[in-house]
């Protein structure tokens, strides 16, 4: 919806006073295949490319039967023949399955080559890009966007002030606090479902005939149409990292990260249907055994530094009185030396 508010084809005939003849492709939007193929994201750029301008660089290529690898410096040159601005890859969550390591390695490839790319998916990719770091290198050099729900404050209702202008029904309703609280509580600040509830609401009091939006309304509709996201909905209402980790595309950022940093709860044992609590253990004490002493045998140079070290004094002392080496005076008062 972005997009389509930039022009998605520009034609260029002239160039500061300039003859200049260029079709310049300003933006084009993809989607990640859901098994990490490069090989159907390379077909499905040259088949949106022209679909766009019209050419046949798909029908060449597969003539020629070429490769992924070969598809890749070919992806590039017509990237920058086009001029194309803006690769954008939406559903980048599909990375993070198997196989999204070649894709990866595909994509830093083109961001190498001096293509930009926009990637969008949902929470569940965040992990990608903390776990690859060329990615998040590159990606993050013009600031990424984290788009979390939103919270019960002035943010959300500034977003239903915006939304609330869209009402079709014979009696407007007023943006009442009531409202924003029964449509928060059904959505937990999710934009996306916000704006479906608002929408289903509409649609239900305009089918019954009641041209007005009631909290009753909001909770009615809110029961019949997300009754599949009731559990995700619910763990979001707890506000507990523990359960919301448990569900890949709620994921807010870093949740699981503070999960790991609260405290694990009690370890519990069912024994006979009752729940008993595990006492923790105390630690067993480190006894040190009493070290052995060795009785060493005459003419076990040993000996001798075990009695230095007992008279304080330096094992030459002990060893030159025991007849393990000479007394340095002999040589140097007898003239040998």
Not at 146 to 157: C, H, Q, S
Not at 314 to 336: C, F, H, N, Q, S
């Amino acid at each position: 919806r972005v997009l389509s508010h930039i022009p998605q084809v520009i034609i260029h005939n002239e160039y500061e006073q300039q003859r200049f003849d260029q079709i310049q492709l300003v933006w084009m939007k993809l989607e990640n295949p859901y098994n990490s193929s490069v090989k159907a994201l390379c077909l499905q750029y040259f088949t949106k490319l022209d679909e766009i301008l019209g050419t046949n660089n798909l029908k060449k290529l597969v003539s020629r039967n070429l490769s992924v690898d070969a598809m890749v410096p070919y992806i590039a040159q017509s990237s920058r023949n086009v001029g194309l601005g803006l690769l954008v890859l939406d559903e980048s969550q599909f990375l993070s399955k198997r196989g999204g390591s070649q894709l990866v390695d595909f994509l830093v490839s083109l961001i190498n080559g001096g293509l930009s790319i926009l990637l969008i998916g949902t929470p569940s990719s965040y992990a990608l890009f903390e776990g690859e770091f060329r990615i998040a290198r590159r990606l993050t050099g013009n600031k990424e966007i984290l788009w979390n729900a939103m919270k019960n404050n002035e943010t959300f209702r500034l977003f239903l002030d915006g939304i609330w202008r869209y009402q079709w029904l014979r009696n407007y309703t007023p943006l009442s606090d009531e409202l924003a609280s029964a449509i928060f509580e059904e959505t937990q600040g999710i934009s996306d479902l916000v704006i479906k509830l608002y929408l289903y609401a509409q649609q239900f009091s305009i089918e019954r005939g009641f041209e007005v939006i009631t909290p009753e309304i909001i909770r009615r509709v809110a029961k019949d149409h997300f009754r599949l996201m009731k559990p995700m909905l619910d763990a979001l209402k707890t506000g507990n990292p523990y359960k919301i980790a448990q569900f890949d595309d709620l994921r807010i950022l870093d949740v699981k990260e503070r999960a790991s940093s609260h405290s694990a709860p009690p370890v519990q044992k069912r024994t006979n249907g009752m729940k008993k609590e595990t006492k923790p253990t105390k630690p067993t004490p480190i006894i040190e055994k009493p070290k052995r002493m060795v009785d060493y045998r005459d003419g076990d140079l040993r000996r001798c530094f075990r009695v230095a070290k007992k008279e304080d004094v330096a094992p030459e002392i002990v060893l030159e009185r025991e007849g393990y080496i000479d007394d340095m005076k002999v040589w140097t008062e007898g003239g040998k030396l």
